[in-house]
């Protein structure tokens, strides 16, 4: 009759899968887990490594879960007012899990705490803007009161649907003990505000939880000097990179330059000197010179001014060459298409007033 009605009030009810199972079932999956752990039960399978015969492995392999969930809890203002929890390990999480890093900042909890105080809704772009504006030297004073008021605590729930239980007594990661030969700038603190701070979270099958700090422990001015001395240091590299690489390349072109430069000055040389020469153009012997006198051209300006006796000048020196003497005796061209006229010495009789007729080409 139950189960009439309920199909009678659910419109998509179609059909309630049943499984039977013999009431010793339980029985037999414990008495084959208990097999398969002293190992007397097993299956043959094929080998992984490649070989030819079969090997025996386990019927049933056994994995361990979480038996209990972990949680984490902050607050940005010094207990007042705590955030909603956040689940680390949930339930039947495969265990060992971890170490799973919680990663703290000062700067980061300076820009969740003065969103908080101003309404802000955060996001992850808000962060992206806010975080930068509480670093640096400027930013000390809001990260110290940030970190001082910053508490985390631990959360673990054995039993589904059960309650939260507190795994020990809050804590505030990102301080450290004042130490006895630090400044008066902590006053009466027993504690001093340090930059960041990474909390590694693990659990085992047994439901343990562990916590492990990782930090340099260095307060906020130390920590601003570091990153300072850190970023000087990045660009003093970037820039002997630069320099490096950048010489170089300036090396390669300024040597490129000064090989065409002089090969167009032998060039000139000969064409000046030597005008009509073998070496007249020949690109080829003055590359090969100046190749072979690369580390000694003062030594082959020398030679060339010795042996031919004109000094090596610079392309533009040179002057430039006379242009063709005009006056030159040209044969006259005559064409013959056109008629010829009174006064021509040709085809025309002295004294006479008779002309001739041009002929018809």
């Given amino acids: 009759k139950t189960l009439e ?22 029985a037999q999956g414990a008495a084959v887990l208990g097999g398969v752990a002293h190992g007397r039960l097993y299956v043959i399978a094929p080998n992984d490594k490649g070989g030819q015969r079969p090997v025996a492995k386990l019927a049933i392999a056994v994995n361990n879960v979480a038996p209990a969930a972990v949680a984490i809890q902050v607050s940005y203002n010094n207990k007042v007012s705590w955030e909603p929890m956040r689940t680390i390990f949930d339930f039947d999480r495969r265990v060992p899990a971890g170490p799973y890093p919680v990663e703290i900042s000062a700067a980061k909890c300076a820009a969740y705490r003065y ?4 309404d802000e809704t955060i996001t992850e772009e808000y962060l992206l803007k806010a975080i930068p504006q509480y670093e640096g030297k400027k930013g000390i004073p809001q990260r110290e009161e940030a970190a001082l008021n910053f ?25 450290k003990p004042k130490d006895a030969d630090m400044d008066k700038a902590a006053g009466d603190q027993k504690t001093v505000a340090i930059e960041e701070v990474t909390i590694k979270l693990s659990t085992g099958h047994t439901g343990i939880v562990k916590a492990e700090y990782d930090s340099k422990y260095e307060t906020l001015a130390q920590a601003t000097q570091s990153q300072r001395n ?37 060039l000139a040389y000969y064409k000046n000197v ?67 006229t009174e006064g ?18």
């Fill in 151 to 175: 508490w985390l605590r631990f959360w673990q729930k054995p039993v589904r649907d059960g309650e939260w239980l507190k795994l020990g007594n809050p804590i505030q990661p990102l301080t």
């Fill in 115 to 118: 969103a908080k105080k101003a």
């Fill in 274 to 340: 030597l005008p009509g020469s073998m070496s007249d153009g020949d690109l080829r012997n003055a590359q090969y010179l100046v190749y072979k006198y690369r580390h000694k051209k003062k030594a082959l300006w020398k030679n060339l001014e010795k042996k031919y006796g004109y000094a090596v000048l610079e392309i533009d020196e040179w002057p430039e060459p006379e242009a063709a003497e005009e006056g030159e005796e040209e044969g006259e061209e005559q064409d013959l298409d056109e008629p010829q």
């Fill in 5 to 26: 009605s309920l199909r009678k009030d659910l419109e998509t009810w179609e059909k309630v899968p049943v499984i039977m199972t013999p009431p010793e079932v339980v």
């Fill in 344 to 361: 021509d010495d040709d085809g025309a009789s002295e004294g006479t007033g008779e002309e001739k007729e041009s002929p018809d080409l």
């Fill in 230 to 266: 850190s970023r000087i240091r990045y660009w003093a590299m970037v820039a002997g990179a630069l320099l490096f690489f950048g010489g170089f390349l300036f090396k390669s072109w300024y040597e490129d330059y000064i090989f065409r430069n002089d090969t167009a000055k032998l």
